[in-house]
């Protein structure tokens, strides 16, 4: 297992298209998150999933995003009818809870650019 | 709410000398605090964790502190290589709760 893995690295979308990112965490975590991270800002928290379940969502998660992590495998994350202001670095990140926490491994992210 | 700050924002120093970088938290209640490095354009390397029942970790060059009750961290990067430049971030996950929050981070040249 080599890591966080995420696709694709770029995405160039127009406004109003939807897109779909894919994170695979490591096997072995069973917390999965999403960040968002716009230029020369430190990321922001979208979601997380401990298992399959998605228990905490932010405010910034607009009607228009979506998550899911079926069989608490992969995860992807949609946005539908994209806009300008979604533009930005897209983050995954796993980690281990059991009983104490490890810490958190991220993915090289998805930058998604809508024109 | 939890609001984490970097100063400074932006740090440039000659090749050799030691780097000091600040990272402070408004809520003390804190599980644990990491450090990451991001190359431009990428994703975010962990660089270290520390558990908010310890004082401090080491990692080769890299040492980071933790003052828990003053809300405060400091990353140190002894002997400073062009190869160190980058930008830094320092995350704190809350003792109740699950996510990160960043601070914005401060970027590193360091120059030959």
């Known amino acids: 297992d080599t890591g966080v893995s995420q696709d694709p690295r770029h995405k160039i979308t127009k406004r109003g298209q939807n897109v779909t990112f894919r994170c695979d965490p490591i096997?072995?975590?069973?917390?999965l998150y999403w960040y968002r991270q716009t230029l020369g800002q430190g990321p922001e928290f979208l979601t997380y999933f401990q298992n399959e379940a998605q228990l905490e969502k932010s405010r910034l998660l607009s009607d228009r995003f979506s998550a899911e992590r079926p069989k608490g495998s992969f995860s992807t994350l949609e946005i539908q009818r994209t806009e300008q202001g979604d533009s930005a670095m897209y983050l995954c990140a796993s980690s281990l809870q059991q009983g104490r926490h490890y810490g958190y491994t991220f993915g090289s992210g998805t930058r998604l650019t809508v024109v | 709410k939890q609001e984490v700050t970097q100063i400074p924002a932006a740090l440039s120093v000659p090749e050799g000398e030691n780097l000091v970088l600040n990272c402070s938290f408004t809520d003390s209640a804190i599980y644990n605090l990491q450090w990451f490095r991001q190359d431009p354009g990428k994703g975010l390397t962990s660089l270290l964790l520390?558990?908010?029942?310890?004082r401090e970790q080491t990692s080769g060059r890299l040492n980071a502190s933790l003052d828990k009750s003053s809300g405060r961290s400091t990353l140190y990067i002894a002997a400073s290589q062009p190869g160190d430049s980058a930008t830094y971030l320092c995350?704190?996950?809350?003792?109740?709760?699950?996510?990160?929050?960043f601070g914005g981070g401060t970027r590193v040249l360091v120059k030959p």
């Open positions: 520390i558990q908010s029942s310890q």
């Open positions: 096997s072995e975590h069973n917390r």
């Open positions: 995350a704190v996950r809350q003792a109740a709760g699950n996510k990160l929050t």
